[in-house]
């Protein structure tokens, strides 16, 4: 994947299966506001935040190794551009390290330059290496 997209880290002492799953568990680490599942391959979900939304289908499911959302369809109301979201990935990837495990998420598509990339990675950076990374660790995520 390119280097200039959004991209954040955390490892944690759990393994690839139970992060794989945590993952999987949006409303309880990124959005209180869900709606449709995010479990298996061809899934269909909506999270929102006010007047802002966004929707995914699930395109690629490795079970304890890899998810790739794709952004069907967005609102993001504070933008020019309020689609700018559309047609980009959320592509989680996860490695076994021998007792803890790795996980890199790559929002293929948010790049500097974006309308939205300095708000928006603000936002990716709590939500995965804060509330992420809490659910994973210590079982309680921090849902907006």
Avoid at 64 to 70: C, F, H, S, T, Y
Avoid at 132 to 144: A, H, I
Wanted: proline fraction near 2%.
């Amino acid at each position: 994947m390119e280097a200039n997209n959004y991209h954040a880290t955390i490892t944690a002492k759990t393994t690839a299966n139970k992060a794989f799953d945590n993952i999987n568990r949006v409303k309880e680490w990124w959005a209180k506001n869900f709606s449709g599942s995010s479990q298996k391959l061809n899934d269909v979900f909506t999270v929102r935040f006010g007047e802002t939304f966004v929707q995914f289908k699930l395109v690629e499911v490795v079970p304890g190794k890899k998810v790739v959302w794709l952004v069907t369809d967005c609102y993001l109301h504070w933008l020019h551009d309020k689609t700018e979201w559309n047609g980009t990935s959320v592509v989680f990837e996860i490695n076994d390290l021998k007792g803890s495990t790795k996980i890199d998420m790559t929002h293929v598509g948010l790049v500097p330059g974006a309308e939205c990339y300095a708000d928006c990675k603000k936002g990716w950076d709590g939500h995965i290496k804060q509330s992420l990374y809490k659910l994973v660790t210590e079982g309680k995520g921090m849902p907006e």
